[in-house]
């Protein structure tokens, strides 16, 4: 693969396919279903953080007219003390059933206890009322340092503190205890001539999808459950509801409608096995919304965090040594991104010395779900702070030193593997030579702020069929949900290969009985991954084409040969066919062909991001205001710019909303007091300039195009970009997230 | 031969190396080898005959796909990490 | 259960008549009642945008609308703003400007945007990030929506 290749299709920017679907309303998203005799269900949700279930009577909410069935944990298969496989990652059986309804403990505040099926919404509102649960309320344990404390309230009797295999001795809230180790870290500190250690916090903060949860299932008498629904992933849900109901797979089909946002929350399920249980109880198909406090109080934010970093450098710049250890809430259950956070925090750069520990703590708060480039940003917001200040204090330029630093193919990451071919450094000159580093901000209490970022990305499983139709169009079929243009970006993969428009290549994304085992769009794999799948559909198209303009002009497939949507044949016949002509052949050569693939492709090739900021600080009102904002980053290959640019604008705004107003505030007693979109702020268009997204192509040698994953890396850099930049207007160092104007003015001494 | 590096909080099996040089044409015989040399060592990698699944082997820098049956090569670098999927991690 | 009222309302300048409870909001009526879907639900208490419907010229929020309250009123709605042959300007300018990423806040936006483009035909940048404040978008980071209006702007 060379670096300039030219292409007819990849690069350019066509109509998406589902685009006129979605702008005229027509789209079909989970809540839009309709089935006749649709029942509604609702979920009842535990008023408390932390409190033993004494008992539930459901017999007045039974007995309301209307009601047509209830549920509670009692109709969930006894979870057995097993780990799940669901194909990403382990996860203990109990604690994904009692997430869905709790048994014996409520864990959080929102989490279900019973669920309601009714002839109307409302009815089964009324009927949530009419249970009769009684609590013995505990104390709750809200905040990973007050969880780790030895005298802290226990959560789980039966959690002893996992240290790759090793397990302490008595309950713990610390689940379990991670740690990287690279050279000697005291060596590498008694090497630098300065040494900055500084403490970070970072609060809960939700992906903030604009669709809630979703979810209409139906058992049909031979025991076929189906159910359709929004989801990141269609076969993962089924994996899911089949430990969670302990039912077989093979009759299990789900059905991904349209959905409406989900950046790594809408992977985990939460009412699509209550919607089952209902379904089953009362012989109907059952709709389950969830509300939008439900999808604040029910489903997985990202974890709040507390974050020491401690860097030494050289006088010259030269990193020798970069310790942290990272405290991760996990919410109820275990298994927050501590890892991918301990993975990531340090990987832009070539450190010779480096220890990381890291901890997964459970607190009385929802169980954290991943959110784009899960735990990176809560790292990055505490090494990249400290790195501004090593260059500050050293008297270089910060990007200057992430050149210096910045970690190259060949290198090793912090946690050992090897880099392949990476961008990182490309994105620094990008943001370096591009005019805003460079332009006038002189103005009091304006700032400038930069910071980088890294995300690994991801391969996994792909499947895609291709067929061919008599108008030399073709139908592409996939499994992955597509939530930001990516039927077009799949689609397109396959069109170069074809040589045909991408116009011509019909995508459509169907249910888990349609098509071979897809993972989730998620980890920033599908344009890569599916797209690779793609690829290789396309290339088996074409092999039986070539046989059969072979069988057509009677000439050996091997004097066949495909070049920019032409058939022709080479020594001796002078013969010549399009792809659309041949394929208005195929009855006459042998019938209908079909192309497919799967892929679990390997080299996904990392992702790093470089971003550049500058903000206003209002002294009165502590307001930050973000008036210019440029981030480069590394595409690999863009296919469709448009659709690239728009998932690196839209993860600096979430990364923006998360450095200054977003988080979940809670009170004494574990309540989340802001589940609202009106008070959890997320930013909206008046709160922003226009993002100028520079995309940087250093090839993925993973991929025939060179694709990387672009949708996570962008959401990482700006917490730590905008406190940097708020250093510079104003001389102080923000460690805490958000950055809203509450703590702003206190830091600045204001309250 | 192939190099294992080996998890931080795996060193106290290995007499605190943090890399050691062992033979094997595939992960399964170099984590047999490993155990033959450091007992205790496979257990923590594996969950009996499988690698575990929270755990990513990393062949050169590349997360494998295929678990114990992937071929490495005579000069391969292994690293033992917490697995990532798609969005979802668990150590 | 309350009684229903029967309700005598226009959609997409056709007549429509429908049964409500007095609790039932527009957004329901129209989403579960007429089923025309293309109105979001994304919190139910008017601080989204995503249920946006033009009632008598003006923009609401059709989830802090009743359904009774239409009674005599017009509505237009996402599903209307299309020719069966063409697409409305401002649709147009949004899928060329790749100004939807997930598209559940949509037609939220297309339709607020028709509201302040019936109103203020050449608006500036910060006074369409103005009126589009009520909308919220949690994929694109808005810059291809701003830019989407103003194209339409430009285009009509
Ligand atoms: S659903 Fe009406 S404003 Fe959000
Ligand atoms: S495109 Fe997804 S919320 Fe706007």
Redesign the interface.
């Known amino acids: 693969m060379s670096e300039k290749k030219e292409y007819k299709v990849i690069g350019t920017?066509p109509?998406?396919h589902?685009?006129?679907d979605?702008?005229?309303?027509?789209?079909?998203?989970g809540?839009?279903f309709?089935i006749t005799g649709l029942l509604h269900g609702r979920v009842l949700r535990s008023p408390h953080a932390h409190a033993r279930i004494v008992s539930i009577d459901t017999s007045r909410a039974e007995a309301h007219?209307?009601v047509k069935g209830v549920v509670t944990a009692q109709d969930l298969p006894e979870a057995e003390d097993k780990?799940a496989?669901?194909?990403?990652?382990?996860?203990s059986l109990k604690y994904l059933c009692d997430n869905i309804l709790a048994s014996d403990k409520a864990l959080y505040k929102g989490h279900a206890i019973a669920a309601v099926a009714a002839t109307?919404p409302?009815?089964a509102e009324e009927a949530c009322e009419l249970i009769d649960v009684e609590y013995e309320v505990l104390p709750p344990v809200l905040e990973v340092r007050a969880a780790m404390e030895p005298d802290a309230p226990i959560i789980h009797e039966n959690i002893r503190t996992s240290?790759?295999?090793?397990t302490g001795d008595k309950p713990s809230n610390v689940a379990?205890?991670?740690?990287?180790?690279k050279g000697d870290i005291e060596k590498g500190f008694d090497e630098a001539d300065i040494v900055i250690e500084r403490e970070f916090v970072t609060g809960t903060v939700h992906?903030?999808?604009?669709?809630?949860h979703n979810a209409t299932a139906l058992y049909n008498p031979d025991g076929q459950l189906t159910v359709w629904c929004s989801t990141?992933?269609a076969f993962?849900v089924r994996e899911q509801l089949a430990e969670i109901l302990q039912y077989p797979i093979s009759k299990i089909k789900v059905v991904p409608l349209?959905?409406?946002?989900?950046?790594?929350g809408k992977?985990n399920v939460y009412i699509k096995p209550v919607a089952a249980l209902l379904a089953k109880k009362t012989g109907k198909p059952v709709k389950v919304?969830m509300?939008?406090a439900d999808v604040f109080e029910g489903t997985g934010p990202t974890p709040a965090s507390y974050i020491t970093v401690k860097m030494g450098a050289t006088k010259d710049g030269k990193i020798t040594a970069a310790q942290t250890s990272m405290a991760f809430e996990a919410g109820a259950y275990p298994?927050?991104?501590?890892?991918?956070g301990?993975?990531c925090i340090f990987a832009p750069y070539n450190t010779e010395n480096v220890l990381i520990d890291?901890y997964?703590v459970v607190v009385n708060k929802p169980k954290t779900a991943?959110y784009?480039a899960?735990?990176a940003t809560n790292a990055a917001f505490g090494s990249e702070t400290v790195i501004d200040e090593l260059a500050e204090e050293l008297n270089i330029d910060p990007l200057e030193i992430r050149l210096m630093n910045g970690a190259k193919e060949g290198d090793h990451?912090a946690?050992?593997?090897?880099?392949?071919r990476i961008g990182f450094i490309e994105t620094v000159e990008a943001a370096k030579s591009h005019p805003h580093y460079t332009a006038p901000n002189g103005k009091k209490h304006h700032g400038r702020g930069v910071a980088s970022g890294f995300w690994?990305n991801?391969?996994?499983e792909s499947s895609v069929t291709i067929n061919v139709n008599p108008d030399g169009t073709v139908n592409l079929v996939e499994g992955s949900t597509d939530?930001?243009?990516t039927r077009a970006s799949i689609a397109m993969q396959a069109a170069e290969v074809l040589g045909i428009p991408a116009e011509s290549v019909n995508p459509t994304v169907v249910d888990t009985n349609s098509i071979g085992y897809t993972?989730?769009?998620?980890?920033s794999?599908t344009t890569y991954a599916t797209g690779y799948a793609a690829y290789e559909a396309a290339q088996d198209v074409v092999r039986q084409m070539i046989e059969r303009a072979a069988k057509l002009w009677d000439v050996d497939e091997a004097n066949v040969q495909f070049t920019d949507g032409e058939f022709s044949s080479i020594n001796g016949k002078e013969e010549q066919i399009s792809f659309r002509d041949l394929s208005a052949r195929l009855g006459e050569t042998g019938g209908p062909v079909v192309g497919r693939a799967t892929m679990?492709p390997?080299?996904a090739g990392g992702a790093f991001a470089t971003h550049v900021v500058d903000v206003a600080v209002d002294e009165e009102t502590g307001k930050v205001e973000i008036l210019r904002y440029t981030a480069t980053q590394d595409a690999g290959k863009a296919i469709?710019p448009?659709?690239v640019?728009?998932?690196i604008?839209?993860?600096?705004?979430?990364g923006i909303g998360w450095a200054l107003n977003e988080e979940y505030i809670y009170n004494d007693e574990g309540e989340m007091t802001n589940a609202?979109?009106?008070d959890y702020r997320?930013?909206?268009?008046?709160d922003?300039p226009?993002?100028d997204?520079v995309i940087v192509e250093v090839p993925n040698p993973?991929h025939p195009y060179g694709v990387r994953g672009v949708g996570?890396v962008p959401i990482v850099p700006p917490p730590a970009a905008i406190a940097n930049a708020i250093y510079d207007a104003v001389g102080i160092r923000m460690t805490e997230l958000p950055m809203s104007p509450d703590r702003l003015l206190k830091a600045m001494g204001k309250i | 031969m192939p190099v294992v590096a080996i998890p931080a909080l795996m060193r106290n099996l290995t007499d605190g190396e943090d890399s050691v040089t062992i033979p094997g044409a595939t992960i399964r015989e170099v984590i047999d080898n490993l155990e033959t040399r450091y007992p205790g060592t496979k257990a923590k990698l594996c969950d009996g005959d499988r690698i575990h699944p929270s755990i990513g082997v990393y062949i050169n820098g590349v997360v494998t796909r295929v678990g114990m049956h992937a071929r490495v090569d005579a000069d391969a670098e292994l690293h033992f990490l917490p697995a990532i999927g798609g969005g979802v991690v668990s150590d | 259960m309350a009684r229903k009222s029967h309700v005598q309302t226009t959609i997409n300048g056709e007549a429509v008549e429908f049964l409500c409870e007095p609790r039932q909001s527009l957004l329901e009526v129209l989403r579960d009642e007429l089923h025309l879907t293309g109105a979001k639900e994304g919190c139910n208490n008017g601080n989204c945008g995503a249920c946006s419907v033009i009632l008598d010229g003006r923009l609401v929020n059709s989830c802090l609308v009743l359904g009774v309250e239409t009674d005599g009123k017009s509505v237009e709605t996402i599903e209307g703003l299309a020719d069966p042959d063409k697409l409305h300007p401002i649709q147009d300018a949004f899928l060329e400007n790749a100004a939807l990423q997930c598209g559940i806040c949509t037609p939220g936006f297309i339709i607020s945007a028709k509201a302040l483009l019936d109103q203020n035909p050449n608006p500036t940048e910060h006074e369409v990030r103005y009126w589009l404040a009520g909308n919220l978008c949690r994929c694109t980071g808005y810059d291809k929506i701003v830019r989407a209006v103003l194209d339409a702007a430009a285009a009509t």
């Not at chain 1, 979605?22 to 998203?29: H, L, P």
């Not at chain 1, 946690?415 to 392949?420: A, I, K, M, Q, R």
């Not at chain 1, 993972?519 to 980890?523: N, P």
């Open positions: 920017r109509i998406r589902d685009g006129v979605k702008v005229t309303g027509r789209a079909i998203y809540a839009d309709q007219p209307g780990i496989d669901l194909g990403e990652g382990a996860v109307d409302h009815i240290s790759l295999g090793e379990s205890h991670i740690q990287f180790k992906q903030g999808y604009i669709e809630p990141q992933g993962t349209e959905i409406g946002g989900g950046f790594g992977i919304l509300n939008r298994g927050s991104p501590v890892g991918a301990a993975m890291g997964d991943p784009r899960p735990g990451r946690d050992g593997p090897v880099f392949p690994f991801i391969g996994l939530i930001g243009g993972a989730v769009t998620g980890g794999r679990n390997a080299g469709h448009s659709y640019e728009g998932q604008q839209g993860g600096v705004v979430q609202s979109f009106l997320m930013p909206t268009c008046l922003l226009m993002i997204a993973g996570e």
